[in-house]
């Protein structure tokens, strides 16, 4: 069976065929495979995909797990009214 089309990220509906070739084209961390697939971005925050990613990772460069897994969290900070932003562009304007 062919797993290629497998999603990862549930969240942004990135399948592993897509990671693998980014980590053929030397793309070979967490955080750049985040910025241009925005895997780990969605309501889930990583939580699923980023495990799966870092193992994918793990095993085409041979580097440690832990060296691949960002210790580091950044939840939303916190929700925005669509009201505050329009206030923001009448104050700009």
Do not use: H, Y
Not at 84 to 90: A, P
């Amino acid at each position: 069976m062919n797993d290629d089309k497998t999603i990862v990220c549930r969240c942004e509906d990135i399948d592993i065929e897509t990671i693998r070739k980014l980590i053929d084209q030397g793309v070979t961390s967490l955080e750049e495979i985040k910025r241009i697939t925005r895997c780990g971005m969605g309501p889930c925050q990583g939580k699923t995909c980023g495990p799966v990613i870092a193992r994918e990772i793990a095993m085409k460069t041979g580097q440690p797990m832990e060296e691949i897994l960002s210790p580091r969290s950044r939840p939303p900070f916190g929700g925005v009214l669509f009201q505050e932003v329009l206030e923001g562009i009448d104050d700009e304007e």
